[in-house]
């Protein structure tokens, strides 16, 4: 009977979404309708936004993804006060990438506010804070190490920053160098980006130039733009062992234009 | 939709032109396998398919930053290639995969600057137009200047919620190809904004079962896609007017209505690429799973500006299961991606042959490749000198708008002696900086509007390509291409919060661009070391900030009397840094630096804030813009000369910038690359 329901509440929210924004025989599964529901929230329906707070109250992960997604895009107070409130649940109810993007959400608020990232693939999380409420270091701590237990590569990440930016004589550079080589590992662009600049400069790990260039090359495809000007950089200066090359240098400062110009939505 | 009118010919070929007349006719009215007259089974036909893509107005081999040639890109050597491949065989069609009209100065001169008229063809279809296409379809880019420019350019009227109604839109001048895109549709009629497929009917040479040559016609069904992330990347251009729908669905839809229509093969043009992520009808590079569409018989990419097929290729994209970037296949299905700004052609070369059940393609038989306009002893094949001509105005247009002044400056800006103090090419980049930075904190970030809005800036060109690899932007007018010549890179602007000991560190950081001097050496020392000057970050910004690198110390130990206003800065103060998206996100490998510091990613680019500051100030004052000392040598006797290269001849030029002590010791420091050896007085700094 549970499941019964679940699934007539399923259809139902896939029916909105689709009355909400097209026609209901393109809609090919439920994480499409999400998706649809997210855009449509996101041009003010408040009935999808309502749909698709329910669905993520419910406990699917991939609609608290949407939905989280959707209020990362505000900046007002409640907005943000929600959001913790949706990550909180998820990471309470085990959800490792929704405990690793309140860590984040809670880390960066102490740092200050910034828009969103938007949520493309290659950016981590895929979330950036607005301004909050003091981090709790304790916890910030304790949700990446549930993300990291869980291998979430964004996890990892933060935690190496935590561990490259501790107090004098607490950091770890070889520790730090570890986890952001395991975050790089698992796909993480700006990870890549990171670990490549350790292994460039010799940082916690030894030194090694083609491995470096590789993972900027591999960052560069998921289109994160710093990897990408870092090429652009090397291309001019013939660095990395590649040739010197303005020619090129000039098209892959045009492809870092693109990736900004991408990762401002 | 389907287009049967004489228009669709391919208009440079009037000898096919006038066998294709008649065939169109047949095809209009008559049925698939045209009876008794159709081909005789075991009939076959080799044509080859050419693609570009991702053209971004690159039709001459110019580079109108730096108002010179640069034959790796353009449209007029990518022509070149395609009449190599005319030449050469019997039977041909060229498809375009979107990304046409924006992407060069030109094509933001011809959408902005000086609009192109209704009544005038934009350059760059000018430029196609005159080659030839059969279709092509609409890359996202083609967005970016909003649905009107979009209309008017490609000779369309969209029945879209922000443009005045059809019949009160003109009708101007668009390309004289087709061009189709399947997957955007208008809010107000749920109808597909451009015509989302294209039947084009072809007469081709084909050999017939007894080896004899005949002319048969054969129908191509071109459908298009574009990413659906426009609706994202054009939010403001596009939200509330069209909607996009997945490139599967839409694909499943339409090309079985294709097929009845009588569409003898399906090419499929997609600007994108593929993707091994599970399928959604929001996703980017959709190709994988369009590709599966049945039907489909060539898939024709873009958008990733990536070379397909490529052996060697190491992008993810190509790497995954389904997608052969040996063989050139996606999901089985022969594919090319041709590179961008024309530097290659894509070539599809297929076999037809008529079966019982009308014509089919040997997979078997199917060769993918790409043609470069790059000959393998790194020369460029000649440009097609008919193309100059047709874009003469518009080009010339360009550099006289990239020449148009933005203001003027007193003085002459230049990174000759930027490693040895001189402001008058980086102050004016920080400057902008940081009032740009300074205005966002005051209207949206209260909580830090007390904090110093301090800015870092280096000189990205600092001699590594030689005498010439300097900023140099003289005393006069100021243009946009001298913008770019005081900075150089797409980045964009980015604020970080740092505290006075992160300042500090940052700094160390950058002065690892000196080697450390031993002052009781007779024996000449070099000053700069192998640290790139692009990392030689120069502080400056609100208030006074001053500080000295001491080069007899070892790194980590230079930097001395950093003050801000006069006094010491306090480790734990907070200072707001305007930079930009590399430092911040960790380039270069600076300490501290790493995405966790942001408060604020700005979408403006670096650049374009400086050129609105140049324009705000309209003048520049050396006093004002161009003689900030925010850093020093620490004062030091050294026995020995101190040595560093630059462009030669201009040791008055460093005097002359406020640089003491600078005297030219050899016009040539032995590197062969125009750079003259100079020594500097440190005891005199």
Redesign the interface.
């Given at each position: 009977m549970k499941r019964l329901l679940a699934a007539v509440a399923l259809l139902a929210t896939i029916a909105i979404a689709a009355a909400a924004?097209?026609?209901f025989w393109?809609a090919?599964d439920a994480?499409?309708a999400q998706?649809w529901l997210q855009?449509a929230a996101d041009?003010h329906d408040a009935r999808a936004e309502a749909s698709l707070a329910r669905w993520s109250d419910r406990g699917d992960a991939q609609a608290r993804q949407a939905y989280a997604g959707l209020l990362a895009h505000r900046s007002d107070a409640a907005s943000r006060r929600r959001l913790e409130k949706v990550l909180g649940d998820g990471a309470e109810a085990g959800d490792a990438l929704a405990a690793t993007q309140l860590a984040q959400l809670l880390?960066?608020a102490s740092?200050?506010?910034?828009?969103s990232?938007?949520t493309r693939?290659g950016t981590g999380t895929g979330l950036?804070a607005g301004?909050g409420a003091p981090a709790d270091d304790t916890r910030i701590a304790r949700l990446l190490a549930q993300g990291n237990a869980a291998h979430v590569p964004a996890a990892a990440r933060l935690l190496a920053?935590r561990v490259?930016?501790a107090k004098p004589g607490a950091s770890d550079i070889v520790r730090a160098a570890t986890l952001m080589g395991q975050a790089a590992e698992g796909g993480d662009a700006?990870a890549m980006?990171?670990y490549a600049?350790?292994l460039?400069?010799g940082?916690g790990v030894k030194q090694d130039e083609p491995q470096a260039l590789?993972l900027y090359?591999?960052a560069a495809?998921?289109d994160y733009?710093?990897a990408i000007?870092?090429l652009?950089?090397a291309y001019?200066?013939?660095?990395l062992g590649l040739p010197?090359d303005?020619?090129q240098s000039?098209?892959m400062?045009?492809?870092?234009?693109e990736a900004?110009?991408?990762a401002?939505? | 939709m389907h287009l049967c009118t004489p228009a669709t010919l391919p208009r440079h070929r009037a000898l096919v032109a006038t066998l294709a007349a008649a065939a169109i006719l047949a095809a209009c009215g008559g049925s698939k396998d045209s009876g008794g007259n159709g081909p005789a089974v075991g009939t076959s036909v080799s044509l080859t398919l050419m693609e570009t893509t991702d053209l971004h107005q690159t039709i001459l081999g110019y580079?109108y930053y730096k108002l010179a040639a640069?034959p790796?890109?353009g449209f007029e050597r990518t022509s070149t290639l395609i009449k190599q491949v005319r030449a050469a065989n019997a039977n041909t069609m060229l498809f375009d995969a979107g990304d046409i009209i924006q992407?060069t100065v030109l094509g933001d001169y011809q959408a902005i600057v000086n609009k192109v008229p209704c009544t005038d063809k934009l350059a760059i279809f000018k430029a196609m137009d005159s080659v030839g296409y059969d279709a092509g379809t609409i890359g996202n880019h083609e967005f970016n200047y909003g649905l009107a420019y979009l209309g008017q350019v490609t000779g369309r009227q969209f029945n879209v919620k922000n443009l005045p109604a059809v019949s009160a839109q003109a009708k101007c001048q668009g390309p004289s190809y087709p061009q189709v895109l399947a997957n955007v549709v208008s809010t107000t009629d749920?109808q597909p904004i451009f015509d989302p497929y294209v039947i084009l009917t072809r007469t081709m040479s084909a050999t017939a079962p007894d080896g004899k040559t005949v002319t048969v016609p054969v129908k191509v069904g071109v459908i298009g896609f574009t990413p659906p992330?426009i609706?994202?990347?054009d939010?403001g251009n596009l939200?509330?007017n069209v909607?996009t729908?997945?490139l599967?669905?839409t694909a499943a839809k339409y090309i079985p209505e294709m097929k009845a229509k009588g569409a003898d093969i399906i090419v499929a043009i997609s600007h994108g690429g593929p993707d091994g992520?599970?399928?959604?009808?929001?996703m980017e590079n959709g190709n994988l799973y369009l590709a599966q569409v049945p039907g489909i018989d060539v898939l024709l990419m873009g958008h990733m500006?990536q070379v397909f097929p490529n052996a060697r290729s190491?992008?993810?994209?190509f790497n995954i299961a389904g997608v052969d970037k040996t063989a050139g296949t996606v999901a089985g299905v022969p594919a090319v991606m041709a590179n961008?700004?024309g530097k290659n052609l894509g070539v599809v070369n297929l076999k037809l042959a008529y079966t019982a059940n009308g014509w089919a393609v040997d997979r078997t038989a199917t060769t993918t490749s790409t043609m470069s306009t790059q000959n393998a002893d790194k020369t460029y094949v000649a440009a097609d000198a008919s193309i100059a001509p047709l874009v003469q105005t518009e080009h010339t247009g360009t550099i006289a708008y990239v020449k148009t002044p933005i203001g003027t400056t007193d003085y002459r800006m230049t990174t000759y002696f930027a490693d040895v103090g001189d402001p008058t090419a980086i102050q004016i980049v920080n400057q902008a900086q940081a009032a740009y930075v300074r205005n966002y904190v005051a209207a949206?970030?209260p909580?830090?509007r007390n904090l110093p809005v301090l800015s870092v800036s280096a000189p990205f060109k600092s001699g590594?390509?030689g005498g010439t690899d300097y900023t140099d932007v003289a005393g006069g007018p100021l243009a946009i291409n001298n913008a770019a010549d005081l900075y150089l890179?797409?980045?964009?602007i980015q604020a970080v919060?740092v505290t006075g000991a992160d300042l500090k560190a940052w700094l160390e950081f950058a002065a690892k661009r000196f080697n450390q001097i031993d002052p009781t050496l007779t024996t000449a020392q070099p000053l700069v070391s192998s640290f790139?000057g692009?990392n030689f970050d120069v502080m400056d910004g609100e208030g006074a900030i001053k500080y000295e690198i001491d080069v007899t110390q070892p790194l980590g130990s230079r930097i001395r009397n950093l003050t801000w206003n006069g006094t010491a800065i306090d480790p734990s103060a907070q200072f707001i840094v305007a930079t930009n998206?590399?430092r911040a996100?960790?380039?270069?490998?600076f300490p501290?630096l790493?995405?966790?510091?942001?408060?604020?990613?700005s979408?403006d680019?670096n650049r374009d804030v400086l050129i609105r500051y140049i324009k705000a100030a309209a003048t520049l004052a050396r006093t004002t813009n161009g003689s900030d000392r925010s850093w020093h040598f620490t004062r030091v006797a050294t026995a020995g000369p101190v040595q560093f290269s630059s462009a030669p001849n201009l040791a008055a030029l460093a005097a002359s910038d406020g640089i003491p002590g600078v005297t030219q010791v050899q016009a040539d420091d032995g590197s062969n690359l125009g750079l003259a050896r100079y020594q500097i007085d440190l005891s005199v700094q």
């Open positions: 924004t097209r026609p393109v090919p994480a499409q998706a855009a041009r880390a960066s740092v200050g506010a910034g828009p990232t938007g693939a950036v301004a920053l490259l930016n700006p980006f990171l600049n350790m460039r400069a940082q590789a090359q591999a495809d998921a733009a710093p000007q870092a652009a950089i001019r200066q013939g660095e010197a303005a020619s000039r098209l400062d045009h492809e870092a234009a900004l110009a991408h401002a939505h | 580079d640069d790796s890109v992407g749920s992330l609706m994202a990347w939010k939200d509330g909607t729908n997945g599967q669905e992520a599970a399928y959604s009808a929001t500006h190491t992008v993810a994209a961008f700004w949206n970030l909580q830090y590594f390509g890179y797409a980045n964009t919060l790139p692009y998206n590399y996100s960790g380039g270069g490998g501290g790493d995405g966790s510091k942001t408060i604020y990613q979408p680019a």
